[in-house]
């Protein structure tokens, strides 16, 4: 007989970015970390199906799962900190929601009844919310609540939590609630009125939190606790502070240091193996070490905006840890170097990572930044769109074929070295038609790809409508750039790396969703490896090369 799970619903109150997604990620860490079995999903309240269409301005990250779901970014945290896959049930839109309801609707699956929020909309999110406990088999669902208490659009999502809270027993659901304590400067004092009103909100909504956790950016007293405590009507050692940190994984052991595992098993009356959080702590500890500095170019056009590459960041990170090495992360705009500019900011970097993205506005900037990591010998990693625009400036510069392109931003160029997958010819629709989730990939023996794996069939996770042009696979070889990781049928195009450099490799795939802070993804720990042989041997010199000022 299957066990029902708990359920733990995190909202979020006073502002939104509070936190949420870290704080969950991180109770699942330490959940996990006493032998539970956890599950996590993310209710958005947007009505788009999925963020897949959304722009990274609007959204950050898409994050894709093996399964091959677009989702929102907080997913690619839970996977981090719980190393657990994730699934397209741990991410629930309001969309999603509608259209089911809408479609269940046309085929008259409701005859006769006249379809409202409530009961329909909320039975069906209460339906995914059940779904992702029974298919997992967890012993713990954390579903965390997109927006802030007070939001209109998260009004039908907060109600099936409080009807859920009903339908299951009390002692089987934890409410928590994430607030935030703004800091007045003048009196030099942390206000809690914000968090008592966005309480109160959820109040009237008819859930009434189990536990509130306090971020700040100061450290939280215990006069501020016990306040919240009396006004929020919740127990003194429900009230967690977190304050803001540094480096994201030391949450998890701030959380353990609360003593909120212990509370939550009391409270859900569990029987669990005392937590074992020493890997946690032994990244921690290697990560404030002292270390020699690695600069590591990021080239892309979001780059005002961090969240766009979390997962790209995070990867460094995790890869640098290993190697005992702290990484400054510059950040490059594309569209500043296809005008021309900001130039010099690739001089005295140890390596280029070119990411994904979509649309030609600074392609051009990429494919410079290319030229500079081929030419001058300095590690490029690069990302899907970051393998294409290597092979479009191979094919320029070294090929000498005018004009080389992708036909995705430029339909009429003489040299589509990259083009539109066949099976992706006769779509038209824009959400969730790309080549998504997780693909095999075979290694050539003996490659960059093969040294970096030690294996020579992966698994990896794709979002991308076009590939590397077969029609040139040969010539492109014959000239040093060779396609060392192909799909079983050697159809598609996966890994390419160029001969003649210490290390230039882009794939077509997306490993930074693979890399976890313990288990660094085998190409970004290869990637780190040549950049900082690269700074040991070369050492930060200013380079001539034919892409001097007359390329710019």
Known sequence: MAVKPKYIFCTGGVVSSVGKGLTVAAIGRILKARGLKVAIQKLDPYLNVDPGTMSPYQHGEVFVTADGAETDLDLGHYERFTDENVSRLSNVTAGQVYLTVIEKERKGDYLGGTIQVVPHITNEIKRCIKLLGQQTSADVVLVEVGGTAGDIESLPFL??????????????????????????????????????????????????????????????????????????????????????????????????????????????????????????QEIISKRREVRDRLRIGIVGKYVELRDAYM???????????????????????????????????????????VPSGFGYRGIEGKIKAARYARENKVPYLGLCLGMQVMCIEFARNVLQLEDANSSEFDMSTPHPVIDLMAEQRAITDMGGTMRLGEYPCILQPRSLAAQAYQADRIMERHRHRFEFNNHYRETFSASGLSFSGL?????????????DHPFMLGCQFHPEFLSRPNRPHPLFSAFIEASTEYRDEIGRISVESAWGKDQA
């Not at 353990?256 to 074992?276: M, Q, V, W």
């Not at 995070?314 to 500019?341: F, T, Y």
């Not at 799909?487 to 001969?499: C, G, K, N, T």
């Open 159 to 280: 109600e099936a939590l409080r009807q859920l809270r009903t339908e299951l027993k009390r002692r089987d659901t934890l409410s928590v609630h994430v607030t935030f304590l703004p800091h007045i400067g003048a009196t030099d004092e942390l206000k809690t009125k914000p968090t008592q009103h966005s309480v109160r909100e959820l109040r009237g909504i008819g859930i009434q939190p189990n536990v509130i956790i306090a971020r700040s950016d100061h450290p939280v007293t215990e006069d501020i606790m016990s306040k919240i405590a009396l006004f929020c009507d919740v127990d003194e050692d429900a009230v967690i502070p977190l304050e803001t940190v540094k480096n994201i994984y030391a949450v998890p052991l701030s959380i353990e240091e609360t003593g909120l595992g212990d509370f939550i098993l009391n409270h859900f009356r569990l029987d669990a193996d005392p937590p074992d959080l020493s890997e946690w």
């Open 311 to 353: 997962s790209v960041k995070e990867s460094i990170a995790h890869a640098a840890i290993r190697q005992n090495q702290d990484v400054e992360i510059r950040w490059i705009h594309s569209g500043e170097l296809e005008k021309g500019k900001r130039l010099d900011e690739l001089h005295g970097l140890d390596g280029i990572i």
């Open 487 to 499: 799909s079983p049928d050697r159809v598609l195009v996966e890994i390419a790396e160029l001969q």
